[in-house]
């Protein structure tokens, strides 16, 4: 039992193979705790099958943790022959009243398109206080039709500052025309954590005519990374004839995988080559040295 609580200070001080060493003896000698957090530090170091063996030996003794954490790193493994074991390990889990593993079930049929199974696992989970999985069951209410339902969990979730539920209360307001209130939910989205929202609001600028303050938000989401900020931002500049900076964001968008940045990048380039061709040698040598670095095509 001292190797075991040694093991925990060392980790809070991040002392891990130190904190791996005791661990390891504790969790011979049969700590359970010892055994569960050596599977953690296994599985936080991507040694998967180490990890396995050893939230295994925790999930034997009915640690419900530890049959989470056993389900999960079988699904991490990409294996397809190990999914059985996870999913059952995932209801095992759950019916020891984890909602994680009630929630990852629920991921796990609807990314496997059986919707019936996926909808039973997420109206569980948000029963228990789930949130995104709320979310997600309200997203299938929608498809299916239920809006009165889906528009009672997503206000609950809404009331708390759920992203995903502001952004979807923001596409049934726009999808009514109540604009204003659309872009209110979108800044509370983007405000609350969704990148994406910015976008949304973004088109909303952009089909009121306001272009600059469509940028400023299609910024926003483009320097955080988000790939159809960075396209709505080049796309936008373009309409705007500022092509050296709707290069430089097409050209990332196109490079992060976006499926019609570089055939937009390619107009685009094409448009300024034809600008430039107007100017005098002089203006242009001048202006290609100011845009070289924005003018390299997109990888491909």
Request: neutral net charge; glycine residues 10%; aromatic residues 6%.
């Amino acid at each position: 039992m001292r190797a075991y609580w040694r093991a925990v200070g060392l980790a809070k001080r991040e002392r891990n193979e130190d904190a791996r060493r005791l661990y390891l003896r504790a969790a011979e000698a049969g700590n359970i705790n010892a055994q569960y957090n050596l599977a953690l530090l296994h599985s936080g170091a991507g040694e998967l099958d180490e990890a396995i063996a050893w939230f295994r030996r925790a999930a034997d003794a009915g640690d419900a943790g530890a049959i989470h954490g056993l389900a999960k790193c079988l699904m991490d493994t990409g294996d397809p022959g190990r999914v059985e074991e996870a999913l059952a390990h995932y209801r095992e889990a759950a019916d020891l009243g984890r909602v994680d593993s009630r929630y990852n079930l629920a991921l796990h049929f609807k990314v496997a398109g059986d919707e019936d199974e996926a909808e039973r696992h997420f109206e569980k989970a948000a029963a228990a206080g789930h949130r995104d999985a709320a979310v997600h069951l309200a997203g299938i209410r929608i498809k299916r039709g239920n809006h009165r339902e889906a528009e009672a969990l997503l206000q609950r979730e809404a009331a708390e500052d759920h992203p995903g539920a502001l952004d979807i209360l923001g596409h049934l307001a726009e999808g009514r025309g109540d604009l204003r209130r659309a872009a209110t939910l979108y800044e509370r989205s983007y405000r609350a954590g969704f990148v994406g929202a910015a976008v949304n609001r973004g088109l909303l600028y952009e089909a009121e005519g306001d272009t600059p303050m469509a940028a400023t938000w299609y910024g926003y989401a483009a320097k955080a990374g988000n790939v159809a900020g960075m396209y709505a931002l080049g796309m936008n500049l373009a309409k705007r004839k500022q092509r050296g900076e709707a290069m430089h964001w097409l050209a990332k968008a196109a490079n992060l995988g976006h499926p019609e940045a570089a055939h937009a990048w390619q107009i685009t380039a094409s448009r300024d080559r034809q600008s430039r061709a107007a100017h005098t040698p002089q203006d242009s040598a001048v202006q290609e040295r100011r845009d070289s670095g924005e003018r390299r095509p997109p990888r491909t």
